[in-house]
């Protein structure tokens, strides 16, 4: 009793300073560089893995439909998208969000029948491709017609972003806030490889969508025309090509990440082919079946008879063929063939077979961020 006594003055005597705090650590991010490294090219509205997001590094490059002013989006040291850089146009537009660097491009009080939105006091006449936010829709909601507006009153013809869908019904006015369009021009390959995705020609940029998935953002692609593309060395088998996407407009070849020879020379791809059906190939098309509309981890591991097809984690063994990458790479499609109609979030090649437990993590990983 008389030690204890003795023990509990001693730690009475001691300085403040010498008593520790553990204070609660907020959880670190795990990205797909961390979950399989050493790929040859990756790009996503995220980070690529931890040591990108703590720099943090450049996703995407934006051009604003206002006045194409482009502008680098970097990551967050979150690991999700961050900012804009400082160097855009003046150093008063660096350091904002996405939409902040896009710009208003009207406010109105709306109601919303189908597709057909009924304005009034409106600030400014809208734009096609301009985005809208308000309480009441779902998003991502996009212009895709203007009626004349008169005195700020008009009608706009909405839809979800890349659909005939309607964006709800909203049958009480209410605030609609339109923002400029955003077109992205490049995509950074975070991997510190080199090998950027590129986009000259403003009608074949895909738009980059503020709010897809939650509050995610994502990337929109046109069934026509809509690609990035650039080079790559070229890689022997084994590799597997990782993406996340939602197939919205499903028919025809639908290309997600794909490499060749040059332009609409496929040698290797993952893709959707098809309704509900996905695909993988190098030399030969394999598929899988899926489900339209739906968020999905698509996976190809392309090596031969010891192909796998990965999808939401359900994994299914095919000999998708044996062709190299070739030099030529994109994604979101090729130009002048079916491309990719829907919503790109990432996606990306490694020159390795993944294994079962990588494979499985990988589709862990993106499910649980998207």
Not at 116 to 129: D, F, K, L, M
Not at 145 to 158: D, I, P, Q, R, S
Not at 277 to 300: C, E, P
Not at 315 to 341: D, H, Q, S, Y
């Amino acid at each position: 009793m008389f030690r204890a006594l003795l023990l509990l003055l001693a730690l009475l005597a001691l300085p403040a300073a010498t008593v520790v705090v553990e204070h609660a650590r907020g959880p670190s991010y795990t990205g797909p560089g961390d979950i399989v490294s050493g790929a040859t090219a990756w790009y996503g509205l995220r980070a690529y893995n931890a040591a990108y997001a703590a720099t943090p590094g450049k996703s995407v490059n934006v051009r604003r439909a206002s006045d194409n002013v482009s502008c680098d989006v970097n990551v967050a040291t979150t690991g999700g998208l961050g900012l804009t850089t400082a160097t855009c146009n003046s150093s008063t537009q660096g350091g904002i969000t996405p939409t902040a660097f896009a710009g208003t491009d009207a406010t109105a009080t709306c109601t919303l029948a189908t597709t057909t939105a009924t304005c009034a006091s409106a600030s400014s006449t809208p734009h096609v491709g301009s985005t809208i936010t308000g309480a009441g829709l779902t998003q991502p909601c996009l212009i895709t017609a203007v009626g004349t507006f008169t005195a700020g009153a008009g009608t706009l013809t909405t839809s979800l972003a890349g659909t005939s869908t309607s964006c709800g019904t909203i049958s009480v006015g209410e605030t609609f806030t339109m923002t400029y369009g955003l077109f992205v021009t490049e995509a950074y390959d975070q991997t510190g490889n080199g090998n950027n995705v590129t986009q000259a020609t403003a009608g074949n940029q895909p738009q980059f969508l503020p709010i897809v998935v939650g509050t995610l953002p994502g990337m929109l692609g046109k069934a026509s025309n809509t690609v990035l593309a650039g080079t790559i060395a070229n890689v022997n088998q084994p590799t597997t090509m990782v993406a996340e996407s939602i197939w919205t407009v499903p028919s025809g070849e639908a290309d997600l990440v794909t490499t060749g020879t040059a332009n609409n020379a496929l040698s290797q791809g993952v893709q959707y082919f098809s309704s509900a059906t996905f695909a993988g190939y190098a030399g030969s098309r394999q598929t899988v079946t899926v489900t339209n509309g739906l968020l999905y981890s698509t996976i190809g591991v392309l090596n031969g008879a010891s192909g796998v097809i990965v999808t939401n984690g359900t994994a299914v063994t095919k000999n998708m063929g044996t062709n190299a990458t070739g030099t030529f790479i994109e994604i979101m499609g090729r130009v002048g063939t079916n491309n990719f109609a829907g919503y790109f979030f990432e996606g990306g090649l490694w020159p390795i077979a993944f294994n079962s437990t990588q494979y499985g993590n990988m589709a862990t990983n993106q499910a649980a961020y998207w």
